[in-house]
């Protein structure tokens, strides 16, 4: 199991691209009676959690938190010599699982999105992975459901034997979920985004040559600027306040 760094409050794994994919396939074909929560965290969710104190105890709480963006790995490199993070793409490691899993017996289920997006999803994912088992799939309304509709919802999972749910809500909503999830049943809980628009087709992924460069989130601001100019302009504002306070605290290390 990968140990933890703080930045910013919040307790990242430390793990790399592989490492990552073998862990989280370890434990969805390991024997649980408890639910594994697993995030994906870039500067925005570092910043909502800075300001939200019951954001961050589900975070910090979580089996794994993956560091999503390449700014959270660069500002790691500033503030601590070693250890260091090393990003893990959430869309590029849920096509990577998909992958690894064709030939064994890891059961998926996908909640979220639209339900016409979780269908092409669903189709394309059946094309590319063919051996790839997808035990379910489900697009609850956007509105909180009821305690009637999640119990209805968890049930559906749990009769399905999935083993891996893969969440698609967006940030924060998709991380309550999942916790949520891990909670009540005996499943691997996963908070993966804008991997299910991408792997669907409805939306454009960024360049390879950008993620290097730690520029992706420009392109997705350019695609989508009435939707994101805000979340990027708080995000990363209040990334770089997260770090800076930790730095005046002290709060170096791993934890």
């Known amino acids: 199991m990968s140990g933890k760094l703080l930045l910013?409050?919040?307790?990242?794994?430390?793990?790399?691209?592989?490492?990552?994919?073998?862990?989280l396939l370890g434990v969805a074909a390991a024997s649980r009676s408890e639910g594994i929560a697993v995030h994906f965290a870039n500067a925005y969710t570092v910043a909502l959690a800075r300001k939200d104190r019951a954001y961050r105890q589900l975070l910090n709480a979580a089996t794994f938190v993956f560091p999503d963006g390449r700014p959270v790995a660069w500002m790691s490199r500033l503030m601590h010599r070693s250890p260091q993070l090393r990003q893990v793409r959430g869309p590029q490691l849920f096509k990577d699982v998909f992958a690894a899993s064709q030939h064994g017996t890891i059961r998926h289920y996908l909640l979220g999105s639209t339900p016409e997006v979780i269908e092409k999803l669903a189709s394309n994912l059946t094309r590319d992975y063919p051996g790839a088992t997808i035990v379910g799939q489900n697009s609850p309304p956007f509105r909180p459901l009821t305690d009637e509709e999640l119990a209805v919802q968890d049930d559906a999972i749990q009769s399905s034997g999935a083993d891996i749910v893969w969440v698609g809500l967006g940030t924060p909503k998709q991380d309550l979920e999942v916790s949520r999830l891990a909670k009540s049943l005996p499943i691997v809980a996963v908070a993966i985004g804008a991997a299910f628009d991408f792997s669907a087709g409805t939306k454009r992924e960024a360049p390879a040559w950008l993620s290097p460069l730690g520029l992706e989130w420009t392109f997705r601001l350019i695609t989508e600027?009435?939707?994101?100019?805000?979340?990027?302009?708080f995000g990363n504002v209040g990334f770089i306040l997260a770090c800076l306070e930790q730095f005046r605290l002290g709060a170096r290390g791993k934890n």
């Open 8 to 23: 910013g409050s919040v307790k990242f794994t430390i793990s790399t691209p592989s490492d990552a994919i073998q862990d």
């Open 225 to 233: 600027p009435r939707r994101l100019w805000r979340r990027y302009l």
